[in-house]
């Protein structure tokens, strides 16, 4: 167990159609990354979050938008969705402080978009 | 812009033989590069990191070698055992950010 969490686990949904991605980090972690991963595709980086700032930016959609709330948690909405949006969306956390490097993943949730 | 190569897509060994895992990378930002272990209906999960000023890190079965002239790491994993079969994703770190970027990810598959 990462100590990061993501919901839902599983999502279904029509064209056109808009949802959120729920991620809690890890106790103490103030980054929060997104990615998507696609059929048969690598770990794409959409977009950062620190303590409630945005960080850094990927290759995110202008559909899609994220935010970071006081608590740290974070969601990922996903707007106009498409056919091509179905994928893996990964949460990871980061950034205790100290000399670890690694971000923590979730499970991620999985987006059927039909 | 791929900044992270994994070149091979897939990898076949024989259990208790050497796995080798490459992966090349272009940015000269990255201070760290990692490599992280993903089983299918799984969140990755962190295997072995190095420092950009190291060119050796071993923890265990795992050693990551950086040759930063070529611009190239490597991961080995002696012996190889059939719970390595996983995609293996090697990943640098944007110095400023924490942002990590990933390579396209390699199949290790470990015959017993």
């Known amino acids: 167990d990462s100590g990061v969490t993501q919901t839902p686990k599983h999502l279904i949904t029509a064209t056109g159609q808009r949802v959120t991605l729920r991620c809690s980090p890890r106790?103490?972690?103030?980054?929060v990354y997104w990615y998507q991963q696609s059929l048969d595709q690598g770990l794409q980086f959409l977009i950062q979050?620190?303590?409630?700032?945005?960080?850094a930016k990927g290759n995110i959609l202008e559909r899609f938008s994220a935010q970071q709330f006081p608590d740290l948690h974070s969601e990922l909405n996903l707007s106009s969705l498409e056919l091509g949006d179905s994928a893996l969306y990964f949460c990871?956390?980061?950034?205790?402080?100290?000399?670890?490097?690694?971000?923590?993943f979730g499970q991620g949730t999985r987006l059927t978009v039909v | 812009d791929q900044q992270v190569k994994q070149n091979s897509p897939s990898l076949s060994v024989q259990e208790g033989r050497i796995s080798i895992l490459n992966c090349d990378y272009t940015?000269?930002?990255?201070?760290?590069f990692l490599w992280y272990k993903k089983y299918p209906a799984e969140g990755p999960t962190f295997l072995i990191s190095?420092?950009?000023?190291?060119d050796k890190n071993e923890d265990g079965r795992f050693t990551v070698f950086l040759n930063k002239s070529a611009k190239h790491l490597s991961l080995h994993i002696v012996p190889s055992q059939p719970g390595d079969s996983a995609v293996y994703f090697c990943?640098?770190?944007?110095?400023?950010?924490?942002?990590?970027?990933f390579g396209a990810g390699t199949i290790l598959r470990v015959k017993s």
């Open positions: 990943a640098g770190r944007v110095e400023y950010g924490n942002k990590l970027v």
């Open positions: 106790s103490g972690d103030l980054s």
């Open positions: 940015n000269s930002m990255f201070d760290y």
């Open positions: 190095i420092s950009s000023i190291k």
């Open positions: 990871a956390s980061s950034d205790r402080g100290g000399s670890k490097t690694e971000a923590f």
């Open positions: 979050y620190y303590n409630g700032e945005e960080r």
